[in-house]
């Protein structure tokens, strides 16, 4: 008989995420995922302007801001035919760019890589050990047996005096934990520098955009003019500062990050690179053009599906097709005019709450009725995994040589072929290699934007189509990107001048959502599937694959055995 225990909520920063699990003979064997709570921002956007929507979609999330800004003011562009000028879309690339910088290494630092790595083994590191190890695989320069030496006796200040501070919880001492002390050490060390890089590189939203972490955007450009000479527009001196900004990314991207990924996981690809596949679909809209939005060849992260891992073959992905993406509430707390079974093209989609669960706080979720606030979103009647590993593996299929290269580069350091990328530990390692590629791409936008600005080319805003009275009575338009977490979508009616519905198809709908009326499971739900667990009171392997995914939720795990009864609690990462 399986047991069911309980992870509610289950890490990351934004919103919330249950997850529970059936445990057979040590291996899950069963597994269900719900979002417990409902935000409604397309109610709140009806009847708006469209050109407002961006500043009230971003605030959907205080992680994935930028992107959401970015969908937003592309779905009224796509509805409204504006085309905006060469530089705003490479500002918008670098603003992109700084983000996923930004998020993937804050993600691997502090929200994942404890999972990894045991913070109190590094107690027992040699400094001198550590400084080896760091030597041989980057030449960072803080990497001296004294720099290692004086963490450690910081580390060991916080363990004596009782108080470990940020690294307070954990499952530390976990038999699943595989690193030596000296490798933990050099992975503390990073944590902490990490934490002060990553204030650095969102300067770049503040230079922009104005702020961080919701910088402004703009229908039809950006809200930045450019003259070099003036000290109120994007001149010369801030320039040079996304420049340096973008500069030091690379560096640290290159010889801290992808350094550390690739000695981390070579202690775990044994096991891990054949753990938490899941899904064998993977869908990518694609984003980073450099020539225009509506050139889908263009794009760095080119646009498709895989289907079945066959990396031979591309499908399309077609937004205004009503057949390719539908989304689904037959185990979603909401209603459809023509029922649970119907699939409704986000065009058509409908907002209408009906939760008919538990009252919290309960034990365990009915899993045959609704469980979830999530829809359930799918392509051509199938469930799509999203994010760094889609990217890349849609990016491989469409036969970009930089990502092929990126590919081939990374699984060489680790000697590991490409089937281990379909795992746990292949989705963590996506996102490193990613993050190479966008640290090059980066600068590659910023000197295009050099070069136009001094061909005298300073135009950042389309204004033709501003005016309302120059609008249509009727519209519709999608605004496609790329998040951090994965394929995002906006979707927008306009009638009257004005928003007559909106829908979001969110990287989390797609990863987390429950079931769908064929009882498919979505990528969270299907990961889990045949996953080791050492100790269900411990469950950390749990934690290894939802974490690879990068979800977007809360900072507290609360476990609780088959019966419902309360385990145990700590406060992740």
Excluded at 254 to 274: R, T
Aim: glycine content about 8%.
């Amino acid at each position: 008989m399986a047991n069911r225990i309980v992870v509610d909520p289950i890490t990351r920063i934004e919103g919330h995420l249950r997850v529970e699990v059936e445990i057979k003979d040590g291996k899950i064997v069963d597994a269900y995922s719900s979002g417990t709570m409902v935000r409604g921002l397309e109610l709140i956007l009806k009847d708006r302007d469209p050109r407002d929507a961006w500043a009230f979609t971003e605030r959907v999330c205080g992680v994935c801001t930028t992107v959401h800004a970015l969908a937003s003011v592309r779905t009224v562009e796509n509805a409204l035919g504006i085309v905006i000028p060469p530089n705003a879309e490479l500002i918008r690339n670098l603003m992109f760019a700084a983000q996923y910088m930004q998020d993937h290494v804050v993600h691997f630092y502090h929200l994942h890589a404890f999972d990894w790595v045991d913070v109190i083994s590094a107690l027992n590191a040699d400094p001198a050990e550590t400084s080896k190890i760091a030597q041989s695989i980057s030449k960072w320069p803080k990497s001296s047996p004294g720099y290692f030496s004086d963490l450690k006796k910081r580390l060991t200040s916080f363990v004596d005096s009782g108080q470990l501070g940020i690294f307070a919880n954990g499952y530390w001492g976990h038999k699943a934990y595989k690193l030596p002390p000296e490798v933990n050490l050099l992975a503390v060390a990073h944590y902490l520098e990490a934490l002060e890089w990553q204030k650095e590189i969102v300067k770049v939203h503040t230079i922009f955009g104005g702020k961080n972490p919701h910088p402004n955007y703009l229908v039809g450009g950006v809200p930045c003019s450019i003259n070099i000479d003036d000290s109120n527009a994007l001149n010369a001196e801030r320039l040079a500062l996304v420049q340096k900004l973008f500069e030091d990314a690379k560096t640290f991207v290159e010889q801290v990050y992808v350094p550390d990924l690739i000695a981390i996981a070579g202690f775990y690809k044994s096991d891990w690179a054949a753990i938490g596949g899941g899904l064998e679909n993977y869908m990518a809209y694609g984003d980073l053009p450099t020539n225009g939005i509506n050139d889908i060849s263009s794009f760095k992260f080119p646009r498709g599906v895989v289907v079945g891992r066959n990396l031979n073959e591309l499908h399309e992905v077609d937004g205004g097709d009503p057949d390719q993406i539908k989304e689904y509430i037959k185990h979603s707390w909401y209603e459809y005019s023509d029922g649970d079974d119907a699939g409704h093209h986000p065009w058509e989609g409908e907002t209408n709450l009906n939760y008919t669960g538990p009252k919290p706080p309960y034990d365990q979720l009915n899993v045959e009725e609704k469980y979830s606030w999530m829809k359930t979103p799918r392509w051509k009647g199938l469930p799509m995994e999203v994010g760094p590993l889609a990217r890349l593996l849609v990016g491989y299929a469409a036969g970009s040589e930089e990502i092929k290269e990126v590919v081939t580069e990374g699984l060489g350091a680790l000697g590991a072929p490409v089937g281990a990328l379909f795992s746990t530990l292949g989705r963590t390692a996506a996102r490193g290699l990613e993050t190479k590629l966008v640290a090059n791409w980066g600068l590659e936008f910023f000197n295009q934007l050099m070069a136009n600005i001094k061909n005298g080319n300073t135009s950042t805003f389309n204004n033709e189509k501003w005016d309302p009275n120059t609008w249509p009575e009727e519209a519709k338009g999608v605004g496609f990107t790329e998040a951090p977490r994965g394929a995002l979508s906006h979707w927008i009616k306009i009638k009257n001048k004005k928003i007559d519905n909106y829908q979001l198809v969110v990287p989390s709908t797609w990863n987390a959502s429950p079931r769908d009326p064929n009882n498919q499971m979505s990528a969270y739900e299907s990961s889990l599937i045949g996953t080791p667990i050492e100790d269900p009171e411990n469950p950390l392997e749990i934690l290894r694959t939802i974490h690879s995914f990068d979800p977007c939720i809360s900072c507290a795990v609360h476990v609780y055995d088959e019966k419902g009864t309360y385990v145990h609690q700590i406060q992740t990462f």
